[in-house]
């Protein structure tokens, strides 16, 4: 295997598990079979321009599929209920933003005990 495809695929697998997206799903919402996404995470192949351009729209950070370069923090990489909730915090009122400021804030501190 070339070590490109090997890379790219842990990458696709990485940014899969980011956004907390089974292999089926993940595959179909790229208009692929799961054997191809397989190859893909394998490193036995790459996918095109096309299905990266729905990876994109999906939240992957295809810039760093390809390149290993994280993207800056950007609309385009994040995952659409990452776009949800920024665009619920960017239309809220002073109060709206600080109200969901205090879940986020109560949400994390509850995942660090768990830990």
Excluded: H
């Amino acid at each position: 295997m070339d070590e490109f495809c090997e890379l790219i695929g842990e990458r696709i697998k990485e940014e899969r598990f980011r956004l907390d997206m089974p292999q089926l799903a993940f595959a179909e919402a790229c208009n692929v079979s799961r054997g191809a996404l397989l190859k893909w995470e394998k490193g036995e192949a790459t996918p095109n321009a096309g299905v990266l351009a729905l990876m994109a729209g999906l939240g992957v950070d295809v810039l760093y599929v390809v390149t290993g370069q994280k993207a800056s923090a950007s609309e385009s990489t994040l995952a659409p209920a990452e776009r949800e909730l920024l665009q619920a915090w960017r239309s809220s009122s002073v109060e709206g933003r600080a109200a969901l400021e205090a879940v986020a804030k109560l949400a994390f501190s509850s995942e660090e005990k768990e830990k």
